[in-house]
């Protein structure tokens, strides 16, 4: 078999990294995923929340098209312009609220964590940052720093100088205050960093009051509020971003994954605005990517799959609802859109039920210590729903408790 051969393969030569299950992807069509032996995945996860509009949309075949013969596909961005990298930043500003009007564009999430870390060093000076429990905001040493998701991430890797606070999915958390309580014992940040609704960490969604609360210190003491929006970000939730469910305005955002690139947007008051501060060779340069990632917001208008991503979303919501309801290793569902989490009650759950699902035909990812993911591509239909949902269900029924 081709896959196995391939895995082999990957384990003589390539390090060791996250793999979940031995699935080798050819290609890809809608939410369905081929891999190299011909067989037929649908999709749950959408590659880490990386592919909104699943796979082998015909508008984005056309964007890819347009590149061939084009010779300068990808250009070193921030030394030479380039139109598709201008045309991006200006629909990520159409997008966004009004005070964030300055992006730079850049390769990964990870480094749009690391340069809006350091837009706001570069204001505030080396002060320490502030980030909350179970955050994953990249694996570089400076995002790595502000990431509390799992110890093997970050195990002899040196850090600077931070503060960790609460994220507090509830109101009447006692520590809702933590980031004001943490300033008046200690010092004033260089800033706070926070996702909305925790990815890697567990699909935990911030309670309203946190994420206020966050944004009241971080004006009285006059040092930047980022939300991280690399995964919860461009339509996951239901709205462009996450932070519009809470009534805010952050001063940075940082967007990846399904924006095919990464970027930081930013207010005019964070810009560095001095030449060399920040740059990077290939960031703003990929071309395909930055065309692919505009044509991705542009598809994500037209058919209207910030709806879709509510109206599926709750209704998978409801079923997954139901099936807590029949199940008692179901503890809790939770999430907005189609960033939905399931959690079980033993972490074993968490590992085993992806497997099983791969080899029923659908992917899976878990998060958190229990957590399984389910975000699938903004595109998906009930019926597909319902497919990868009978088959989720036709797990759980048959565990052990
Ligand atoms: C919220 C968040 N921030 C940052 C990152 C890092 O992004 P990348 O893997 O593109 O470096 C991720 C990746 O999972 C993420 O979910």
Known sequence: MRSKDIVKKAKKFCIETTFAYPLVVKSGYGCYIEDV??????D???????????YNHPEIIDVIRRFVGVGAHKIAGQDFYNE????LAEELVRITPRNLNRVLLINTGAEAVENAIKFAFRKKGPLPGVSCTN??????????TFTDSKAVQKKNYPEINHEIIKFCTRGNDPEINGLEELIEREWIPAFVIVECIQGEGGYNVAS????????????????????DEIQSGLGRTGKWWSFEHYGIKPDIITSAKALQVGAVISSKEYDPREPGAVSSTWGGGGRIDLAVGLKT???IKHEKLLDNARKIGNYIKKRLKEMKNRYQIITDVRGLGLMIGVEFSKEIYKDIIPKIAFKKGLLLLGCGRKTIRIAPPLIITKEEADKGLDIFEDIIKHLKR
């Open 297 to 299: 917001i542009e598809i």
């Open 37 to 42: 032996n011909g067989k037929l995945y649908l």
């Open 208 to 227: 309203k009051k946190f994420i206020k609360n966050l944004r009241k210190t971080s004006k009285k003491y006059g040092f930047p509020l980022i939300i």
């Open 44 to 54: 749950f996860n959408s590659n880490v929340c990386s592919c909104p509009i699943g």
């Open 84 to 87: 598709e990298a201008v045309e």
């Open 135 to 144: 955050a994953f905001h990249g694996r570089t040493l400076g995002a790595l």
